[in-house]
């Protein structure tokens, strides 16, 4: 009788912890979508350790967004390395983040010029934009 309670009670608790999981998952999904402005800067050694060049598909996001590095490395960094779907209008490029943008507001992003090449003429110097992590 104890082990038969035992058994659906951890039944129970697993399949709430999957109910709480699916939820947070789809949660999650939907927060992934944002909106911000998007310039262009001259790539170099970015805060994730790698050389970058101007045609690079690179881009550097916030100081919020970049978070804390554990260890204090940023080359650790669990951003390092994701890669961003920017869009403008019916234009779309993909980056992968190497740097951090310290002048950026929360959901704004500055690409190599070959990557904002691809969404705006240069002229224009910033523009809004949507992006996601893939």
Not at 41 to 63: E, H, P, R, W, Y
Not at 81 to 87: C, E, L, N, P, S
Not at 113 to 133: H, I, M, Y
Request: aromatic share 8%; net charge negative.
């Amino acid at each position: 009788m104890t082990i038969s309670l035992f058994i659906i009670a951890f039944h129970f608790d697993l399949s709430n912890a999957y109910k709480l999981d699916r939820s947070f998952t789809q949660h999650s999904k939907r927060e992934e979508n944002f909106t911000g402005s998007v310039t262009f800067f001259d790539a170099g050694l970015g805060a994730c350790g790698t050389k970058n060049t101007n045609s690079d598909l690179v881009c550097a996001i916030s100081k919020e967004r970049f978070g804390e590095s554990p260890g204090d490395n940023p080359n650790k960094n669990q951003n390092c390395g994701r890669q961003i779907k920017v869009t403008r209008d019916s234009k779309s490029v993909i980056v992968t983040v190497v740097d951090i943008c310290t002048e950026c507001q929360r959901d704004d992003l500055s690409l190599t010029p070959a990557a904002f090449n691809q969404l705006a003429d240069p002229s224009e110097g910033r523009v809004k934009c949507t992006w996601e992590f893939l």
